[in-house]
């Protein structure tokens, strides 16, 4: 026996008048998603989702609440990968001079954010031309 059946039996009307009023009712519901801002349908669909989650756990279905929280955070976002932009310059033993004299210029500035004294430090002779 089909539901659609089973509810004509249940309220004493044809399996007709019932396969109608599904119709009416799923012109509705589309109305009212057509009507919704995309805020009020994921606002709707996550009170779904914690409904079921709720329901599931109950039952003692974990592994449907853990889908189900995968799901909820792929949907939200917090599984998309984050962006990290990373700018790294190579440089060659060459270089090395020119890295720590400016490393050397910005030492005292660090010290002062940290708020310790500033040790003595060299002072690196660069050729010309650097």
Known sequence: MTR?????????????????????????????DQEQSTDEIRSDWRQ???ATI?????LGH???????????????GLEAPQQVQIQAQVHTIDDAPRLAAELLKA????????GVAAPAL???QQKEGE
């Open 48 to 50: 779904r989702v914690q």
């Open 107 to 114: 030492l005292p500035a660090a010290c002062d954010v940290l």
């Open 62 to 76: 974990t592994t449907t609440v853990a889908r189900l929280l995968a799901t909820e955070a792929r949907v939200l």
């Open 122 to 124: 060299p002072m690196i």
């Open 4 to 32: 659609q059946a089973r509810l004509a039996d249940q309220f004493d009307v044809s399996p007709n008048q019932v396969r109608k009023d599904a119709a009416i009712i799923r012109r509705e519901w589309a109305g009212q």
């Open 54 to 58: 709720n329901q599931a756990m109950e």
